[in-house]
């Protein structure tokens, strides 16, 4: 059995333990070797192979070791030399150092070498060391504490000028410029998907990438594309080249063309790196040109097809409408970044996403393909690119102090802000006002979910109009699974015949490949249970539980047509070792061959003993089970009695999915499950009032915010999961007994003579 934890209550949801960023990892690599490999300086940057690690320190030394999203990054050795600004630890903070005003005139590096010595000699140390900040990064003491920035974080933070002046520090930003570089630094990675709140400087921060990308770039092309080709454009005139027009002289290239370019930035003479050996003149050699470009494109399938990119930046990638497709563009723009095996380029793709038919469902399947922890044989991720999500109470405007910290709840005693205000409530606390304020209008929820999101599954919240059943109901528990360590509820793994043998014992095993999702098993006692019934081995825990199922017949498919077998095990109300009316068992999946799919929808129910109601246009599934002697787990269909199914019926059981009698059942099963046992109940009917569900398996409470009774083919979760309901309560669907009319004829006589007569 397995072990169930006590669910938290609805006020405790919050856990900043899961919702960390990162977490630090202490035991990947010995003491020794990392102390050996540090004394050697021998730390590549890069994909370390024998540590599943990448490396994103330059120096040959690394100190901790962090994971972000599920992927391994090794920081760079804290350095001797660490900034601060004040020796108060409450007064170290970022604070972006202003160019001197004598340096600032300086505009080429012509000019510079028209400068006398002395002046030369009074600032190459400071140019060289800005150069080594942006190869290798920075470390400033921030409240008291070393805290490491990238070499892109610390252009973006000391060089670049956005709309509101200079950039603030924050946590979520140094986060995600550390992975960015881990992204950059491994060479199995296409980039990153960024999945964002809205006003999160993404745009900003990755026209920096671009510009700081293309100023040290020998014949490269750096792309940008967006929603519209408008965007992309804007993004290139009002964020990219007002960027590098504010870089200072040392690090902005001789530009070919005009100050502000409205379609192409090209740079043709580099910034030389400045140092003491070159300071006093120029060799010819350093004068070739850099010939590379910055440029946008509209937006299509095929933008940039057949290019070969330094960089592609990648904005608003969640809000492509139809006719235009992000999955179909990244095929195409994918194969810009690489030369057959090799990666030679990185995205760096970031958005909010819109509602899933407008452009969102492809974000969110490209998202979901990039997570790190997901790869192929050949060690990328199906997208190639490796996906990040931060939260919004991390990345708030108006929500974060001055030392770039959030503020999760409300303060005690106002906090003063990175903007100078002070903060006098939490941004979790804000945000559950707003979501309060709009729980009337779920439209305007889930959109205000979409464009401020704590969760992925509210970045990806759809539009509730076209919904079958109660979204508030589903969504409430979705958020709810969100807050748990869903590790604790549900267990993956696989069932077996003990000893390899059929028919015997079905044994169960946790397994990280397996296919099953289970939140309970039966204690000994009740597993593998049977009776025999007229020589028919039937399951002896009907009164407990049924399965549904929604099967299929053929093993081969053409690729990405074939629909998933599902199966879906759900508990009655019982007195005995189980929970009550509880979803217990998710199987989506499409094994190999139909004959395995089969043969662990049998296991399963000899397991828990239970009965199966499974649709009977798919008969396959149905004669497994009778063949192998199990059609007492079979369930007839229960709206009609015995002497009214067919031949067929008779022989195998289950239910057509033609009738719309039973479409409508089926719908209407679902709908009463959800309003009974999904979400919160606030008024007690069917448990303790404001008692959350239990209901943990995610995919299915996404089928059903998705369920389209006209289109129920693409639902496998749906279909299964109502066949379950369906059968637990089959007693509803069972046709009342007509009571039959018997006519009771007396025959009547004319008795008006002598002898009677029968009137005809």
């Not at 994103?56 to 050795?77: E, M, R």
């Not at 005139?105 to 400071?126: A, C, G």
């Not at 400033?140 to 070393?146: A, C």
């Not at 010819?284 to 494109?297: A, N, Q, V, Y």
Request: net charge positive.
């Amino acid at each position: 059995m397995l072990l169930r934890k006590k669910l938290i209550p609805q006020k405790d949801l919050q856990n900043q333990d899961q919702n960390k960023l990162y977490t630090e990892i202490t035991k990947l690599i010995p003491n020794s070797v990392i102390a050996n490999k540090n004394r050697g300086r021998t730390w590549l940057y890069g994909y370390n192979e024998k540590y599943d690690l990448v490396v994103i320190s330059k120096t040959g030394q690394i100190g901790s070791v962090i994971n972000i999203n599920g992927l391994k990054i090794g920081l760079p050795k804290v350095t001797k030399e660490i900034y601060k600004r004040s020796k108060d630890k409450q007064e170290q903070y970022w604070q972006a150092t202003p160019i001197s005003k004598d340096l600032n005139r300086v505009k080429s590096i012509f000019q510079w070498h028209e400068t006398p010595d002395v002046f030369k000699s009074q600032w190459v140390d400071y140019i060289e060391e800005e150069f080594n900040r942006r190869e290798q990064g920075y470390w400033f003491m921030n409240n008291g504490k070393p805290t490491y920035i990238t070499g892109t974080h610390y252009m973006y933070l000391q060089w670049t000028k956005i709309d509101v002046g200079n950039p603030d520090f924050r946590e979520a930003n140094r986060i995600f410029y550390i992975f960015w570089e881990a992204c950059k630094a491994d060479k199995r990675s296409f980039g990153m998907c960024y999945l964002k709140i809205r006003r999160s400087g993404f745009s900003f921060m990755s026209s920096c990438e671009g510009v700081n990308q293309a100023t040290i770039t020998k014949d490269s092309r750096i792309g940008i594309l967006s929603k519209s080709g408008a965007d992309a454009k804007k993004m290139f005139t009002d964020k990219v080249v007002p960027i590098s027009n504010n870089y200072p002289f040392f690090f902005k290239p001789i530009q070919d063309g005009m100050d502000k370019p409205k379609t192409e930035l090209a740079y043709r003479v580099p910034a030389s790196k400045i140092t003491k050996k070159n300071m006093y003149h120029l060799a010819d050699e350093e004068l070739e040109g850099l010939d590379t470009t910055i440029d946008w494109k509209n937006t299509g399938d095929n933008s940039y097809d057949g290019e070969k990119l330094q960089l592609l930046l990648h904005d608003e990638s969640g809000k492509w409408e139809r006719p235009d497709n992000i999955l179909n563009n990244w095929r195409v723009t994918k194969t810009c970044l690489r030369l057959g095996s090799k990666v030679i380029g990185k995205c760096m793709m970031g958005s909010t996403s819109n509602a899933l038919d407008k452009g969102g469902r492809n974000f969110k399947a490209l998202f979901d393909d990039s997570l790190p922890s997901k790869r192929n044989a050949n060690g990328q991720t199906k997208s190639g690119l490796y996906c990040l999500f931060v939260p919004m109470e991390w990345n708030f405007e108006g929500y974060i102090d001055k030392y770039g910290m959030p503020v999760f709840k409300t303060p005690k005693v106002p906090i003063m802000g990175i903007d100078g205000e002070l903060i006098n409530i939490g941004a979790i606390d804000y945000w559950e006002n707003e979501v309060s304020s709009l729980s009337q209008d779920p439209d305007a929820l889930n959109e205000f979910y979409r464009q401020f999101p704590r969760t992925e599954s509210h970045a990806f919240r759809d539009e509730s109009k076209q919904s079958l059943f109660n979204l508030t109901k589903i969504y409430q528990q979705v958020d709810y699974n969100d807050s748990l360590i869903i590790d604790h509820h549900i267990t993956r793994g696989s069932f077996s015949w003990e000893n390899g043998i059929k028919d015997t014992k079905v044994i169960w095993s946790p397994n990280k490949h397996g296919r099953f999702l289970v939140s309970w098993t039966p204690p000994p006692g009740m597993a593998n249970k049977f009776i025999m019934e007229r020589g028919q081995k039937k399951p002896g825990n009907e009164h407990i539980g049924s399965f549904g199922c929604d099967s299929y017949d053929i093993s081969g498919v053409v690729v990405g047509k074939g629909s998933n077998g599902a199966l879906h095990g759900l508990t009655k109300f019982s007195m005995d070792q189980a929970p009550s009316n509880e979803f217990f068992l998710e199987y989506i999946a499409r094994p190999q061959t139909a004959e395995i799919f089969f043969e662990e929808v049998l296991m399963a129910c000899v397991f828990y003993g239970m009965p199966i109601l499974c649709e009977n246009n798919k008969p396959r599934l149905l004669y497994h089970f009778k063949n192998r002697g199990y059609r007492g787990y079979s369930l007839n269909r229960p709206d009609k009695t015995y002497t009214k199914l067919s031949k067929t019926e008779r022989e195998l059981g289950g239910i057509p999915n033609t009738s719309e009698d039973v479409k409508q059942s089926h719908a209407s099963a679902i709908e009463s499950y959800i309003e009974k046992h999904i979400g919160i109940d606030f008024n007690g009917d069917y448990r303790e009032a404001g008692d959350m569900g239990t209901m943990f398996f995610g995919k299915t409470l996404e089928d059903w915010a998705k369920f389209d009774i006209s289109n129920r083919t693409k639902f496998d979760a749906a279909i299964s999961s109502g066949l379950a309901i369906m059968a637990n309560q089959k007693h509803l669907y069972t046709p009342s007994k007509q009571k039959s009319k018997i006519s009771i004829n007396f025959a009547r006589y004319n008795n008006t003579s002598n002898s009677s007569q029968i009137i005809t």
